[in-house]
């Protein structure tokens, strides 16, 4: 419910008040999961987490920031993709990762990496 409130409030470009609840997200799944029947929820919920406090600080042209959270975002999901190989949306949600991390490396005028990321 909190990473819900926090998208909420970035579609309403309520970007300072979004990072609350997304922290306490956050703070709620840090870590590895507490039981191995939750591992590919709990790293999708992480990388959602992560994508939000990221997809803040890029609008907010934030770039490092919201590149420490999208590199977690992309691990975290690296991480649901092992944990679930033959899941499709794990698959799909790394590459939303890759994505991301590319159009934070095209705004940070880094296009080699940009390309790379994109391709992935």
């Known amino acids: 419910a909190l990473t819900v409130i926090g998208e909420v409030r970035v579609s309403k470009r309520e970007l300072e008040a979004a990072l609350e609840p997304l922290e306490s997200a956050a703070e709620l799944l840090r870590g590895d999961p ?14 959602a987490v992560a994508f939000w406090q990221g997809e803040v600080f890029f609008r907010q042209r934030q770039l490092e920031k919201a590149e420490q959270y999208w590199v977690h975002y992309r691990d975290v999901s690296e991480k649901w ?21 590319g159009s934070l490396r095209l705004g940070q005028g880094h296009f080699a990496q940009a390309e790379e990321a994109l391709r992935h």
């Open 34 to 47: 507490p039981a191995t029947d939750i591992v590919a929820p709990w790293h999708k919920a992480q990388g």
């Open 81 to 101: 993709l092992q944990a679930a190989a033959d899941d499709a949306d794990a698959k799909l949600e790394l590459s939303y990762a890759e994505s991301s991390l």
